[in-house]
């Protein structure tokens, strides 16, 4: 299997290519399973995602939920 890498930072991307340092939005909207809105945007952030916030990424700066989806995923303390 060939891997996927981020044009932008470099990193390792997990098998659909979702990264949050890309500057891409989703084909098709996709619902957000905390707020359940239609979103495009992956880098999206809503009110009821925060109290689920456990990464910070390294490089960026970024917040996220899942580890995978950052640059330098550090574990928020």
């Known amino acids: 299997m060939k891997k996927l890498i981020c044009p932008h930072c470099g990193a390792e991307l997990d098998e659909w290519g979702y990264h949050l340092c890309r500057n891409a939005s989703f084909v098709e909207p996709v619902p957000c399973e905390y707020c359940g809105n239609s979103i495009r945007d992956p880098r999206h952030t809503c009110k009821s995602m925060l ?3 456990k ?3 390294g490089n960026c700066g970024r917040l996220s939920v899942k580890e995978h989806v950052l640059c330098k995923p550090t574990p928020i303390e």
């Open 55 to 57: 990464y910070g990424c």
């Open 51 to 53: 109290p689920h916030m």
